[in-house]
């Protein structure tokens, strides 16, 4: 008799469904062999266009592309086989109109596999996250600190500061929930706005920046690692890969320049 075990991947209402119930976790990934590693710990992974920065060493996620986020999204989905993978629409493939959008994220899905695409944007992408969901595209929003607006933002900061800005954050978190997103990112917010928005919306929210009050949390995995040279306030080092890599790569190269590298377990031997 065979036994067949068959690991089913996590979906988006899988994800929908956690609301209020056991934290979310997650982390971005977009690499075959880090998506690997991180599966089995995951909830879902996300394909953020952070991999401008951490990737390409870009300032901004503005310049990513659509190719650039579908290439590590095949990568990603190559390399896990149980976590729900998300696939973040870049700037400029998705703002235009619904109709875009839906051509953008449909590229992504067809040419990835992937479960679920994020948009950042509130109650002005609200329609297009309606289309989107209509035609059969699972959306996870992102409200708050909008990286791909860094222009009209004017910098990194931190929203929800004033009550004026609460409450656009908080009308935008409304209209991307009505809109049919699954679940949404809440990034860069003060923790009583992340609370009350968690409170508020039916669906999870996955914060960034916006405290334990969320149902889930994510991180760039790179900055948990340690890998990343500057990290912001709201993240924790897990980990000091950074200075790992530098102490493995200092003892290759003196290994190289001694010639003790390859040594006699590395070199191949005629067959005697
Ligand atoms: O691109 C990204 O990594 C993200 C997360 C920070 C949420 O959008």
Redesign the pocket.
Known sequence: MSVEVNTRRLTAIDIRGRKGGEPIVSL?AYHAHTASIIDRFVDFM?V???LGMVMHGLET?VPVTLDMMILQGQAVMRGSKRALVVV?LPFGSYEESPAVAFRSAARIMKETGCGAV?MEGGRHMAETVRFLVERGVPVMG?VGLTPQSINTMGGFKVQGRSEESAAAVLADADAIAAAGAFSM?V?GVVEPLAREITTRVPIPTIG?GASSACDGQ?L?LEDMLGLSPRVPKFVKRYGALGALIEESVAAYAEEVRARSFPGEDNVYQPKR
């Open positions: 971005t996300l953020g266009d952070s996620t973040d994020k992102h990112v990034e960034i994510i760039v």
